[in-house]
Nanobody, 116 residues
Framework: QVQLVESGGDLVQPGGSLRLSCAAS????????MSWYRQAPGKERELVAG????????NYADSVKGRFTISRDNAKNTVYLQMNSLKPEDTAVYYC?????????WGQGTQVTVSS
């Protein structure tokens, strides 16, 4: 079955950096676009970044452009989210997402807290 397992969340000070990872299994990773979403307390889940199956195309939410970078390693079945210049408003649970045979799949999420 499809499994997505996020890791790398932590408590970090404003201006700091984190790298999130999402390990995928149970589907053909190299054929699937991947995305990162986040959900802050009391807010709806929002798209943060997406990457095509080959990694040649990426897209970002306006709020993270220039600060976050999505990448993938198809040999390791892993997608990453490098987050720099973190702000308190980046505090959220971050989720990995993919669609496989038109069905959405989500990981369990990893908590990112940006606070001094």
């Amino acid at each position: 079955q499809v499994q997505l397992v996020e890791s790398g969340g932590d408590l970090v000070q404003p201006g700091g950096s984190l790298r999130l990872s999402c390990a995928a299994s149970g589907f053909t990773f190299s054929r699937s676009a991947m995305s990162w979403y986040r959900q802050a307390p009391g807010k709806e889940r929002e798209l943060v970044a997406g990457i095509s199956s080959a990694g040649s195309t990426t897209n970002y939410a306006d709020s993270v452009k220039g600060r976050f970078t999505i990448s993938r390693d198809n040999a390791k079945n892993t997608v990453y989210l490098q987050m720099n210049s973190l702000k308190p408003e980046d505090t959220a649970v971050y989720y990995c997402n993919t669609f496989w045979f038109a069905k959405p799949y989500w990981g369990q999420g990893t908590q990112v807290t940006v606070s001094s």
